[in-house]
């Protein structure tokens, strides 16, 4: 099983020392690949050591397109993995042992422990801060992590209610003492920046968003639409 990191960021330095951080915890680093998209190609020219750099020259900014442009094409093993990075989770030591043999032999979704939202109640609605899944299982999603109906807010706990719709989320975090620490700035875990400020824009269109669209079958929530992009 291989794992391929998808990492779509605007803090180039910020993305650089954390990805840092996650080959210094990786049992098996030669395992790992990545691929990246960014806003601008200014940004890709700071990114120069990594060979798959994708510009976005998207208008809004917000995880949802730049992810949809680096799954749509992808093409691995149904058993590889791959990770929706961010530039502020950190893993724990041997990470990437640890989701191997969560995934071995599965398909689906591996809901990690964030340290932020809560593992008590598995019955409350969540959302996928961190999508880890087998290929098959984004290929179950029609490759769409997100509906292109976001600009950002509301993406990953539709994901949350897709996966379960499907049959494909697996919630084991109530035995699983591993973090994926999310530094959150709104669990106070990281300073409030500039892109934080601009996600905030959207983020009541994008509650409005998320409320239409729970009426709707899962079957046509994981169709492609144009939406905002």
Partial sequence: MKIMLLWATIRVDFMKETYNYWIQKAKNPENIDIKIAVNTEEQKNQLLEFKNVLVTNQKHIGTVYPIYLLTKNLELENNDIIIVASDDFYPP???????????????????????????????????????????????????????LDYHHYYADTE???????????????????????????????????????SYHNHVYLDRDTFNRRQIIDVEDRIKETRGVW
């Avoid at 964030?114 to 999603?141: E, H, N, R, W």
């Avoid at 499907?166 to 999310?182: A, C, G, K, M, T």
Wanted: proline share 1%; hydrophobic share 35%; glycine share 6%.
């Fill in 93 to 147: 030591e041997n990470w990437d042992e640890h989701l191997i043999n969560k995934l071995n032999g599965k398909s689906g979704c591996y809901f990690v422990n964030d340290g932020y939202q809560s593992v008590g109640d598995l019955s409350i609605k969540a959302s996928i801060t961190m999508p880890v899944m087998t290929f098959d299982c984004l290929c179950k999603l029609n490759k769409m992590l997100y509906s």
């Fill in 159 to 197: 994901l949350y209610n897709n996966l379960v719709d499907l049959n494909l989320l697996i919630d084991d975090r109530i035995n699983d003492s591993l973090v994926f620490e999310h530094k959150n700035c709104v669990s106070g875990k990281r300073v409030t920046d500039e892109y934080d400020l």
